[in-house]
């Protein structure tokens, strides 16, 4: 690793974008001098990475596939998986899905042939959540499955949870609600033994978004609550402020104002603890000019 190199990683952390794509185009025009393959396929992840930061899917698109194409050259697997999975993520943003899966799977292969089993189960769970969205529910649990015989063989609670919870959210796709109850019970079991403050916050989020559908109001209400207070535990606010505006959004669709308020209030302090983002604060108002239109009497 060059100067150039760890000055551009320095200023990535300081979120210096400018300097920091100065600093890997440097490092590149040297490793470039010496036909460093290696080298070069790293300047370009970093570059990769930079942008996908700044959620400029192009450049990303087209420094992520340099990268990919040297690696796969110089059969550097772990890298493939790297570099694949980034495209999967960029294809994602694109909505470009055929092209997502067929990244999820080129990085499915390479960690399979690397033998390397907590990179499947990051494959495998992409591939499951893809083929859910895409109503490929066979092809989904299939991919559900093989992550959760991982967890269930490594032993590893915590994993095991998150794959309880791929399954549940199958069976609830599937119209099998008691099946999808079961899932997060059992996942919410695991989180809350190894003290998975995150995990069991979405575990309720899900309980609680499962007895709102069956309407089962005051059930998913104290599930919320629940989810609400481990969030807070964990120091999850992007997951805190999702589920607030979520569950304001959700009373409201029953007339019940004070209760969305409720929700709407805590919305707002941690809205402005984040500085008030915009995307955030117009959320908020979309939820409030609602809110005024509602009549908790009908």
């Given at each position: 690793?060059?100067d150039?190199?760890?000055?551009?990683?320095?200023?990535?952390?300081?979120?210096?974008?400018?300097?920091?794509?100065?600093?890997?185009?440097?490092?590149?025009?040297?490793?470039?001098?010496?036909n460093?393959?290696?080298?070069i396929?790293?300047?370009?992840?970093n570059?990769?990475?930079?942008?996908?930061?700044?959620?400029d899917?192009?450049?990303?698109?087209?420094?992520?596939?340099?990268?990919?194409?040297i690696?796969?050259?110089?059969?550097?697997l772990?890298?493939v998986c790297h570099?694949s999975?980034?495209?999967?993520?960029?294809?994602?943003?694109?909505?470009?899905?055929n092209?997502?899966?067929?990244?999820?799977?080129?990085?499915?292969?390479?960690?399979?042939?690397?033998?390397?089993?907590?990179?499947?189960?990051?494959?495998?769970?992409?591939?499951?959540?893809?083929?859910?969205?895409?109503?490929?529910?066979?092809?989904?649990?299939?991919?559900?499955?093989?992550?959760?015989?991982?967890?269930?063989?490594?032993?590893?609670?915590?994993?095991?949870?998150?794959?309880?919870?791929?399954?549940g959210?199958l069976?609830?796709?599937?119209g099998?609600?008691?099946?999808?109850?079961k899932?997060?019970?059992d996942?919410?079991?695991?989180?809350?033994?190894?003290g998975?403050?995150?995990?069991?916050?979405?575990?309720?989020?899900?309980?609680g978004?499962?007895?709102f559908?069956d309407?089962?109001?005051d059930?998913?209400?104290?599930?919320?609550?629940?989810?609400?207070?481990?969030?807070?535990?964990?120091?999850?606010?992007?997951?805190l402020?999702q589920?607030?505006?979520?569950?304001?959004?959700?009373?409201?669709?029953?007339?019940?104002?004070?209760q969305s308020?409720?929700y709407?209030?805590?919305?707002?302090?941690?809205?402005?603890?984040?500085?008030?983002?915009?995307?955030?604060?117009?959320?908020i108002?979309e939820?409030?000019?609602?809110?005024?239109?509602?009549?908790?009497n009908?």
């Open positions: 690793m060059n150039y190199r760890n000055m551009g990683n320095l200023s990535m952390q300081k979120t210096d974008w400018a300097n920091a794509d100065k600093f890997y185009k440097n490092s590149l025009e040297i490793n470039n001098k010496t460093n393959q290696y080298e396929s790293e300047d370009h992840r570059r990769g990475n930079l942008y996908l930061q700044k959620e899917w192009g450049l990303c698109e087209k420094l992520s596939l340099q990268a990919l194409k690696a796969e050259e110089i059969k550097d772990r890298n570099d999975r980034i495209l999967g993520k960029v294809y994602a943003e694109k909505k470009s899905r092209k997502q899966e067929e990244y999820y799977k080129k990085a499915l292969e390479a960690s399979v042939e690397l033998k390397d089993e907590v990179g499947q189960q990051v494959d495998h769970r992409n591939l499951g959540e893809l083929c859910l969205g895409r109503g490929y529910k066979d092809r989904s649990e299939n991919h559900f499955k093989a992550s959760l015989e991982i967890s269930l063989r490594t032993a590893d609670k915590k994993e095991i949870a998150t794959d309880y919870r791929h399954m959210n069976s609830f796709n599937n099998n609600r008691t099946e999808a109850e899932y997060y019970r996942a919410l079991n695991l989180t809350l033994e190894v998975d403050k995150n995990g069991t916050a979405q575990d309720y989020t899900y309980i978004n499962l007895k559908k309407g089962n109001v059930e998913a209400e104290e599930s919320f609550d629940k989810a609400i207070d481990f969030f807070k535990e964990s120091n999850n606010k992007a997951g402020l589920l607030l505006m979520t569950v304001a959004r959700m009373e409201l669709l029953l007339s019940r104002k004070e308020e409720k709407l209030d805590q919305a707002k302090i941690i809205c402005k603890e984040l500085g008030d983002p915009e995307d955030l604060v117009k959320n108002k939820i409030e000019k609602v809110k005024d239109t509602v009549d908790q009908r």
